[in-house]
């Protein structure tokens, strides 16, 4: 019996990498390894690749000598989707695809921060992880710091921390603005910056979680949650980021750090470590069955996720292509390589209990 095919659909960065044999961020060995413990074989396309009309791709597929080269095969009955689709063009090219009876997990992996919220907020158990969250406007705007002395005003859909700023109230009537490494007070007048964001549609407006920090920066928490080799959902890893010194955003693009949980846990005598882990573990599952209810092929997320100083997992967004590269920063190898192993396990599963062998 033939080796069944996964195909693994990717952006034209990572493509390119894979044909000089070679990728940092997205390593194909890892992929390889999984494929060869799970029976599989695969194969790496961009969507322009596909040709519905004749039901077949052009791969790369790895050759006698090792290298991988361009091939025409059929399109695999299963693809696990790592690249990033914004055109109605590509949606209704994948969507095309999925009415042939091919699936593809992770479809979509890209998610507006309102749209999730909302969708989580739905859930009484996860409200109290969720941070008050509003559409940008003037008046949502002038509510919040009514209520709150920190805020975040941040892209509804964007990555890796940029358009992000925060607003934290210093006196009475003084107030103070940070972008880009950049401050600014203000009063009653707002800073370009704020009309700027306040006003744009895209943008939300949200309540400062009091992040518990890392010898003095701020830190959060990138949670791998996938389906395994049964279908279920489970946590395949947990790493922090640490903000630079001096700035309030986690991201490695932006300067941030890795650690592993058990290092910054370490500055906290009275939290638990296993009881911190299954809190984070808890909430993440749920939290993730209850998007699966909206989005039915989701399968491999990251999700952001703070603590407060009683180690309480607060959700800050959700990632629906998640890099996974922070592991590896963090000095987690197994469990960098777990994260892509997981879902070529849920392709095996999927192949055994959804597609019929010919």
């Known amino acids: 019996m033939n080796t069944p095919t996964v195909g693994i659909l990717i952006g034209g960065l990572i493509y390119s990498r894979i044909k000089k044999n070679g990728s940092d961020f ?10 060869i413990q799970y029976g599989l074989s695969p194969c790496f396309f961009r ?10 791709i052009n791969a790369l597929v790895k050759g006698e000598k090792g290298k ?22 590509s949606k209704l090219k994948i ?18 921060k309102w749209g999730v919220h909302e969708i989580l907020m739905k859930n009484e158990e996860l409200q109290p992880h969720l941070p008050e969250t509003k559409r940008a406007s003037s008046r949502n705007f002038i509510e919040m710091m009514e209520k709150y ?3 975040i005003i941040k892209p ?27 401050r600014e007070a203000f009063t009653n007048e707002w800073p370009e910056i704020i009309r700027k964001k306040v006003l744009n549609k895209n943008y939300i407006i949200q309540e400062r979680i009091p992040l518990t920090e890392y010898q003095g920066s701020p830190f959060d928490l990138r949670v791998s949650v996938q389906k395994n080799g049964l279908g279920e959902w489970q946590v395949t890893g947990v790493v922090g980021k640490v903000a630079k010194m001096g700035n309030y955003v986690t991201n490695v693009a932006k300067g941030g750090t890795c650690k592993t949980l058990n290092e910054l846990l370490n500055e906290y005598s009275d939290l638990d470590f296993n009881e911190v882990y ?3 573990e808890d909430f993440s599952i749920k939290a993730v069955t209850e998007l699966n209810k909206y989005f039915p092929n989701l399968a491999d997320v990251g999700l952001d996720i703070g603590l407060t100083s009683e180690g309480f997992p607060m959700f800050i967004e959700c990632n629906g292509r998640d890099l ?3 592991f590896k920063i963090a000095q987690m190898p197994e469990v960098w390589k777990a994260t892509y192993t997981t879902p070529i396990s849920y392709a095996r599963y999927l192949f055994d209990s959804k597609i019929d062998e010919e």
């Open 47 to 56: 969507l322009k690749d596909i040709t519905l009309e004749t039901n077949q």
């Open 324 to 326: 996974r590269y922070s």
């Open 68 to 89: 991988y080269e361009m091939k025409v095969i059929t399109i695999p009955k299963i693809i696990h989707n790592r690249g990033l689709f914004f055109t109605n063009k």
């Open 26 to 35: 997205e390593p194909i060995s890892f992929y390889e390894e999984a494929c």
């Open 149 to 151: 002395k920190e805020l």
């Open 156 to 182: 509804n859909s964007g990555s890796l921390g940029g358009g992000v700023v925060m607003v934290e109230k210093k006196d009475r009537d003084l107030w103070e603005v940070r972008y880009r490494q950049k």
């Open 95 to 112: 969507k095309s695809l999925q009415k042939t009876g091919v699936i593809i997990f992770n479809d979509r992996n890209r998610y507006g």
């Open 278 to 280: 299954q809190s984070i």
